[in-house]
């Protein structure tokens, strides 16, 4: 897999939190990339294209770690797949300085609620969340994901795209120390029901939020 990090909770023997690696060519575009784990990668990858996805790394094996693929759905957000072998996945997450959200934005909601609900049986539970329409992705009752609509306030060339959420202590200092070390940000530190949030872009560009969710909260996520 070439020159591959992993970034470890507290000391290099921590838990891993996230991984990372170099591009292939300056022509993609720096992001991070949330995983789904799966039994099957290669029959999901087949569902994911029958259901007008695409397939953008075939699926590898990762020495005894695993097995991932590289897909992207109908509107062209990007995710990726995983089957654990002899790593399940992130050692921690739902806690401080780990990732505990991860959410779509695209312009057509119910083509992704068809699309997600088709490939990984999610079931797609709809409000009017701060104004605007937010959907919760849910398996049984354990809500896996959320989604927003781009709406008019969305740049017209903003492509469809996961983000991932990590949970911070201080919302407003992290934020503050994201622009500090080269990142920027895209929505300020703001109070919403699950807690305090702010989206950004770090120095090379990928997209990324955090929050500090509200007392009682527990975790970052919409009350649905």
């Known amino acids: 897999m070439g020159d591959y990090r992993v970034f470890t909770l507290g000391d290099v023997q921590g838990p891993e939190v996230a991984g990372m690696q170099a591009l292939a060519d300056d022509a993609q575009r720096p992001s991070w990339a949330c995983y789904f784990r799966t039994d099957d990668v290669q029959g999901t990858v087949d569902l994911i294209k029958a259901e007008g ?3 953008l790394v075939p699926v590898t094996d990762v020495s005894d770690l695993g097995q991932m ?5 109908a509107q062209g957000a990007e995710f990726a797949l995983w089957k654990p072998g002899n790593m399940g996945g992130a050692g921690v997450v739902d806690e401080p300085a780990a990732m505990c959200w991860v959410e779509l934005a695209c312009r057509d909601v119910e083509e992704a609620r068809r699309f997600y609900g088709k490939v990984f049986g999610w079931t797609a539970v709809g409000r009017n969340y701060h104004s605007s329409l937010y959907t919760n992705f849910k398996v049984g009752d354990w809500s896996v994901a959320g989604m927003v609509l781009m709406d008019e306030r969305w740049p017209p060339h903003y492509p469809a795209h996961w983000i991932p959420y990590f949970w911070v202590e201080d919302c407003d200092a992290s934020a503050e120390r994201a622009v500090e070390l080269g990142g920027k940000l895209r929505i300020p ?6 807690g305090r949030y702010a989206m950004m872009t770090d120095p090379t ?8 969710p509200a007392p009682g909260e527990g975790r970052a996520r919409p009350p649905l």
């Open 205 to 212: 560009g990928a997209r990324l939020a955090i929050i500090s």
């Open 53 to 55: 996805g695409h397939e």
């Open 189 to 194: 530190p703001t109070d919403i029901q699950p």
């Open 69 to 73: 693929a590289l897909c992207a759905d």
